[in-house]
């Protein structure tokens, strides 16, 4: 997509913002006094260390890297991860590749295998796993099983995503940015830095919001199909009453509510378009007769909400001992409707609504003196509780159908009016067993559903 970006510098420095350029030079400028350039600090081990003294394929882009490279969402990062894949049908459908393997089963009584992690608390369920990156400390990928350290759910890698946390020495700052482009893309984000008491108590506040019409038409009216519009919101608070001890309460809200998927048939083309994927696309929601309407009349698209709260504690005993804790709360409401058969035809309409909520505490001790022995001990308890409803509506008539229209490859009669299956490709098969009567055996609507359940 052909964007326009316009930076929003003059605004905050009115504002009385540092920026985030002028903050970058001064980090840039202490590491290189400090001889510590490029030297880039990592948890992947539940302890800071330097990436070079993890011994596993550890992938780690610092905040500032990931603002050069615009990376504001999953996919995004996946370019620049190699290893890594992230399949991204739509909010509430990824898919996490490591290493050639996937992890996008929505089902509430299945493990991930990729796990992905916000400030360590799991957030790994896929319809709730895709999060905005915005304004973000750091982003980790360890590759390969990291069972021992992050639990059964990362068989085959894990991804944690680090925010930036308030600073009780930063003063005010802040930087914000807005950009527009095609399809009348809209863009803006912004982050801001307030101390509270001075050091002792401080705030940040950072938000996103993304919306942008859809790329491929949709010809059975409406709106079009792949669009964006999303809106991301997080606030922390950071308690820091002695040196040693440090308190982080962290809140995330985010709201996905994009157009629908874009199905395409690759053999039957939309009236006046084509088979190409990407070109225009005739899909729609379809009722039975009397009126009872599909998923309470829900249009097609997604609506998904996704809340959470964090509460981090950092406590250095001594030098060589210090005590954390890990408080995580996190909820999702995502429900999706789609039209899979990829043609106008009222053959198949499914849905999904998907629910979970968790909550997670963990404890450590660790001890590191700097030397060559390392150690941490600790508990953790994690209850999550989730239901996936998959209803899938389709007309019986037209599926068979388009069945023996498939299965003989002879499609010679109209079984339909027109006016109902417009080009419908039938053959004499379906037209026998259908029988030329004012009551065929089929139901123009069937409705039928599975749900799953997990805790």
Do not use: C
Not at 123 to 151: C, N, W
Not at 211 to 233: C, H, I, K, P, W
Not at 402 to 425: D, Y
């Amino acid at each position: 997509m052909r964007a326009m970006y316009a930076s929003a510098m003059a605004l905050t420095a009115a504002m009385g913002w540092t920026g985030a350029q002028a903050q970058d030079a001064v980090r840039q400028a202490e590491a290189e006094t400090s001889g510590a350039r490029d030297v880039i600090i990592v948890t992947a081990q539940k302890r800071e260390q330097a990436i070079t003294d993890v011994p596993v394929a550890l992938p780690a882009y610092p905040g500032a890297r990931l603002r050069d490279l615009g990376i504001e969402q999953f996919d995004d990062l996946a370019l620049f991860v190699p290893g890594l894949e992230i399949q991204q049908q739509s909010p509430n459908n990824p898919g996490f590749v490591i290493r050639g393997i996937t992890s996008d089963d929505g089902g509430a009584n299945q493990e991930a295998r990729v796990s992905v992690f916000q400030d360590g608390v799991s957030i790994s369920r896929s319809r709730g796993a895709y999060v905005e990156l915005h304004d973000m400390e750091r982003i980790e990928v360890v590759k390969g099983p990291q069972t021992t350290l992050f639990g059964r759910g990362a068989l085959i890698g894990a991804v944690s995503l680090i925010q930036r946390k308030a600073d009780v020495d930063a003063g005010v700052t802040g930087d914000a940015a807005v950009g527009a482009g095609n399809f009348n893309s809209f863009n803006a984000r912004a982050a801001t830095n307030i101390p509270l008491i001075d050091g002792v108590l401080a705030a940040r506040v950072s938000a996103i919001y993304k919306t942008r019409e859809g790329y491929v038409g949709n010809l059975a009216g409406g709106e079009d199909f792949m669009s964006q519009n999303v809106a991301a919101f997080r606030t922390s608070l950071r308690f820091q009453p002695i040196e040693r001890w440090t308190m982080d309460l962290i809140y995330n809200w985010q709201q996905d509510t994009p157009s629908g998927t874009s199905f395409k048939s690759g053999a039957y083309a939309p009236p006046g378009g084509d088979t190409r994927p990407t070109t225009a696309a005739a899909l729609s929601i379809f009722s039975d007769p009397v009126g009872s309407r599909f998923l309470y009349g829900r249009a097609l698209g997604v609506d998904r909400t996704v809340l959470s709260a964090t509460l981090l504690s950092d406590f250095e005993i001594t030098d060589a001992w210090s005590f954390n804790t890990i408080i995580g709360w996190r909820t999702f409401d995502s429900v999706e409707v789609f039209d899979p058969d990829g043609f106008i035809q009222p053959v198949l309409l499914f849905a999904e609504d998907a629910q979970g909520d968790q909550f997670s505490i963990e404890a450590r001790v660790n001890y590191d003196d700097g030397g060559a022995f390392s150690a941490f001990a600790g508990v953790s308890y994690f209850r999550e509780k989730g239901s996936q409803l998959v209803p899938l509506q389709y007309d019986e008539r037209g599926t068979l159908a388009l069945f023996a229209a498939l299965t003989q490859g002879r499609p010679v009669t109209a079984l339909f009016s027109p006016a109902v299956f417009p080009n419908f490709p039938t053959n004499a098969q379906a037209g026998a067993i259908l029988r030329p009567t004012n009551n065929p055996p089929f139901k123009p609507i069937h409705v039928e559903e599975f749900q799953n359940w997990g805790q």
